[in-house]
């Protein structure tokens, strides 16, 4: 049974600070990583894709990957107010198609 | 990314009914697919929609509560049958690029079964 885990939170930043996202998994054959933003009521968004070891830069966002330790992390840099919602982490193996396994998701609450 | 239309957009059902979601794509895609999400919950696979074959079901889920059809490579339908309140969700369609493995969701159908 493959699982994704990421704490619940809410994990709460003042605006401008940087927010750490984690979530570990238990495949490790699992080669694709990425990472949903879901506002409330809202289906979830892509905002980072991540496939090797290391870190990956958009805007704002940086995710971390490291294999060997079966981790996966999401940073927002200069938090806003509009960043409050719930990220969540989903994993898949290269021969799963694009079946995508969702942790419980983390919510992030960014106050002014 | 792909357009993905799905409706209703929400429902409210009375139990032992049934009621069909649709999900239509801009583009032609090869794999859709079936989330479900419970309240305060993440996302659960209930299925992959193979076009011109049956669906093929996650454990937990059955044809017989969760018949999906595939007519062709723009559309799909999930039909959730004889509802509970337990069936209170919301359900996503997606549909996948191939070559990265991103999923992309539709806007989501949120059943509430009283």
């Known amino acids: 049974q493959k699982e994704v885990e990421q704490n619940s939170g809410p994990l709460s930043v003042p605006e401008g600070a940087i927010a750490s996202l984690n979530c570990t998994y238990s495949d490790r054959v699992s080669q694709s990583f990425f990472w949903y933003r879901q506002y409330s009521g809202k289906s979830p968004e892509l905002i980072m894709s991540?496939?090797?070891?290391g870190d990956k830069e958009d805007g704002r966002f940086t995710a971390q990957l490291n294999k060997a330790s079966q981790y996966v992390s999401l940073l927002i840099r200069d938090s806003q107010p509009s960043d409050s919602a719930t990220y969540l982490c989903a994993v898949n193996e290269n021969n799963a198609g694009n079946m995508l396994t969702f942790g419980g998701g983390t919510r992030l609450m960014v106050k002014p | 990314s792909a357009v993905i239309s799905q409706k209703p957009s929400r429902d409210i059902c009375q139990r032992g009914t049934s009621l069909t979601i649709q999900c239509q794509v801009d583009s032609q895609v090869t794999m859709m697919f079936w989330y479900r999400q419970q309240p305060g919950q993440s996302l659960t696979l209930i299925a992959t929609a193979n076009q011109g074959s049956e669906a093929t079901y996650e454990s937990g889920f059955v044809i017989d509560k969760f018949p999906i059809s595939r007519p062709n490579l723009t559309f799909s339908t999930l039909t959730v049958s004889n509802m509970s309140p337990e069936d209170s969700s919301i359900y996503l369609c997606?549909?996948?690029?191939?070559?990265?493995?991103?999923?992309?969701f539709g806007e989501g159908s949120r059943l509430t079964v009283l």
């Open positions: 997606s549909v996948g690029q191939p070559n990265t493995g991103e999923l992309f």
């Open positions: 991540i496939y090797s070891n």
